[in-house]
């Protein structure tokens, strides 16, 4: 063989080799890839792509079982499973048991961290004692407990988080009225802010009903709106987290009032049968004014000059339901109209700005067996909840599933023990279950209907117990410790 041909075929294997070389590195680095993005083999030697699924549960270090398999890791933790259904079991000694079927999505992540388990052998200790309760209301980021008493002219104000509970006390008198009898009447507990120092409440006595802004921190600075702008309201929202800014509705007309400069706008928007609000947004229902049956659902954003027209409803009956939430970056938006429900996400519309990407999109879209009288968010923004009678629709947000369920009593309020718990009381029994319907368990025997309610730190389960003594009755709060 010659010296030429005896080089080219050398270098003809090196070209081989570099290719089967570089088809080869191509060929991992894209199994890697495969592998990276949660491909892999299933049982037929098909490929399929996996889901992440991240669990959480209160108590931390729960042992968890999926497919009634242990894993070595405990919660919280995180694990790559094929797509489709699977049971995840949670367990921990001296606690009960969660359990749930989990869907888990190709190439997402399926976040579950609403798993709570609750003690077995309960430690309830006694707080303090109370006589009869005229409002007792947990602040919706759970770390505080505001109590007023019968017969007492003190709003209590109480940090409920720690081993030892602090008691700040507020003139009702200074909060509501310095002239009229703050002791006659209803009060009622409408909103909280988001940093649980003020509420609205509204007051109502002898057919007359006023709202009232009160500031925890300095009563002084708390307002009687109604007097203060001489208008009889009928709704009054939140605007803002320090509470700065309302929303306000008198006669049908909407107004925006400064806290700070106790100051109020003109008529923003006229003709509103109602409305609610995901901070400086507004949805609402107008109506004609020549035609009452002519009404539509708009959304308008503080400081534009005109709403968005969502939904005609000229069609629909009267039974409407509204609420609005943002989770993480996405805004969404959730009504009913008689059974139909819709609940849609993304961008809320601008009438100053108008853009293909300010718009929402509908991500559930159903009729129900049932006419929705009540729809409710949780803390977080995540679920939603319409309800009516004994039946509830829960939506979330994040997984874009729903959950259709029932409960024991007849559903007159949504009670919510946690950001993913909800409560009633039936039969002198509390019974508690995952947002959608799921885990329902017998927690405590509890014999009135004053709230219940569950620290944001989880360390403990607040509670009222009730008893009578000769003519009065006295409430003993009471709570139980979680870890």
Known sequence: MDRKRKKKLENTRVIMTNIFMGISVIGIVFVLMLIAMGYNFNEKGGIEQ???IQISSNPKGSSVEIDGEAQFSRTDFNKMLSSGKHNVKISKPGYDTWEKTINVDPGLLTRVEWARLFPTNTEITNVANYSDIRLAAYSSDRKHLLIIEHNSPVIQYIDIQGEKINTHKISLNDALSKTENVLEGEIKLMSWNDTGNKIIVSWTRSQKTSWHLIDLDNVTKSVNLDAK?????????????????????????????????QSISGVIISNVEQFTNNKDVIAFVDIDEEDNNNRKLRIFKEGEKGSTTILDLKEKKSNITLAMGSYWNESWLAYSTDNHIVVSSGTYPSFDRPSKNNNLKKIIKRDLEYTPNLVSTNQLGRIVIFTGANNLTSVDIETRNYYDSTVETEITKLNWLDSYLIWENSNKKIIIRDFDGNNRREILDVNNSLPINITENNRWLYFFESKSAESDTIYALKRQKLE
Request: glycine share 8%; hydrophobic share 40%; net charge negative.
């Open 50 to 52: 996996s889901g992440l």
């Open 229 to 261: 702008f001489g208008m009889t309201f009928t709704d009054i929202h939140i605007l803002n987290d320090s509470a700065s800014k309302l929303w306000a509705l008198e006669n049908g007309r909407i107004h925006i009032i400064d806290t700070n400069s």
